[in-house]
C-alpha cells in the first residue's frame, strides 16, 4: 500500500539559513499534519491543512510557515535555521474516510549546524 | 487540557514474555486514543486505535489495548513478546471536533527484549 512520502530523508542546513520540507501524503488523503520530534522527545504537533486550508496550529515558529498545494502535498518552509531546529520532522496524513487516523511518513532529519 | 502519561520511560521484557505498556489520558469527553511505535530513526507505525464500542481492540503485530474509562488508561498488551518487538512506544489521544485537530502525544516508552 502507498505510504506518505517525505523529502529530502536528510538535510543539513547551516544557522541562519533555510530549508523547504515535502510530504506527498497517500493517495486521496485531504488532511496533512506536521510534526516535530527533538532528540528523545515525544512529537509535537506544528500545523495541518485541510482541503488547502490551514485548520490547526500549533507550537509553530513564527520562522516556520507551510501550505498545502492543490495536488496535496504539502511543504514546510523554515527560515533563520537555528540550532534547536535540529529534529526529526514527521507529516502525517488522514483520509477523509476516517478523519481522525494519522499515517505517518518517515520523517525528514534536519540537522543545523 | 489534554494530555497523555505514560508512566515508564523504560521497560525490559525477556523474550516470550507478556507486555503491558501503560497508558493514562486526560480529557474531559469520550477520547480518540491511540498507540504508535517508532523503531530508531524510524516514522511513526500506527498499531491500534479506539474510537467507540468495543473497549478491547484488536491492533496489528499481535497487539491488543483495553480502554476503560473509569480508569481514563489505554493500555497496550501483548501476550508473548518476539526480540523485533523492541521500539519506542507513543501513546496519542486526539479531541476531533474539527478535521486536522493534532493528535498529543505522551513522552513514550522504551521497550528492550532480553534474550
Known amino acids: 500500500a502507498a505510504g506518505v512520502i517525505q523529502s529530502p530523508r536528510h538535510l543539513i542546513k547551516e544557522k541562519r539559513e533555510t530549508a523547504t520540507l515535502k510530504c506527498y501524503p497517500i493517495?486521496?488523503?485531504?488532511?496533512v499534519y506536521w510534526y516535530q520530534q527533538g532528540p528523545g522527545q515525544d512529537p509535537q504537533f506544528l500545523i495541518s491543512?485541510?482541503?488547502?486550508?490551514?485548520?490547526d496550529k500549533g507550537s509553530i515558529p513564527d520562522r516556520f510557515s507551510a501550505q498545502q498545494f492543490s495536488d496535496y502535498h504539502s511543504e514546510l518552509n523554515m527560515s533563520s535555521l537555528e540550532l534547536g531546529d535540529s529534529a526529526l520532522y514527521f507529516c502525517?496524513?488522514?483520509?477523509?474516510?476516517?478523519?481522525?487516523?494519522?499515517?505517518f511518513g518517515p520523517g525528514t532529519r534536519l540537522t543545523v549546524t | 487540557a489534554q494530555s497523555v502519561t505514560q508512566p515508564d520511560i523504560h521497560i525490559t521484557v525477556s523474550e516470550g514474555a507478556s507486555l503491558e505498556l501503560r497508558c493514562n489520558y486526560s480529557?474531559?469527553?469520550?477520547?480518540?486514543l491511540f498507540w504508535y511505535v517508532q523503531s530508531p530513526g524510524q516514522g511513526l507505525q500506527l498499531l491500534l486505535k479506539?474510537?467507540?464500542?468495543?473497549?478491547l481492540v484488536q491492533g496489528i503485530k499481535g497487539f491488543e489495548a483495553e480502554f476503560k474509562r473509569s480508569q481514563s488508561s489505554f493500555n497496550l498488551r501483548k501476550p508473548s513478546v518476539h526480540w523485533s518487538d523492541a521500539a519506542e512506544y507513543f501513546c496519542?489521544?486526539?479531541?476531533?471536533?474539527?478535521?486536522?485537530?493534532?493528535?498529543?502525544f505522551g513522552k513514550g516508552t522504551t521497550l528492550s527484549v532480553s534474550s
Open positions: 493517495p486521496r488523503h485531504d488532511t
Open positions: 491543512f485541510y482541503e488547502k486550508m490551514q485548520s
Open positions: 496519542a489521544v486526539g479531541a476531533f471536533n474539527q478535521a486536522g485537530t493534532a493528535l498529543i
Open positions: 479506539y474510537f467507540s464500542g468495543d473497549t
Open positions: 502525517a496524513s488522514s483520509p477523509p474516510t476516517s478523519p481522525y487516523e494519522q499515517y
Open positions: 480529557y474531559g469527553a469520550t477520547p480518540y
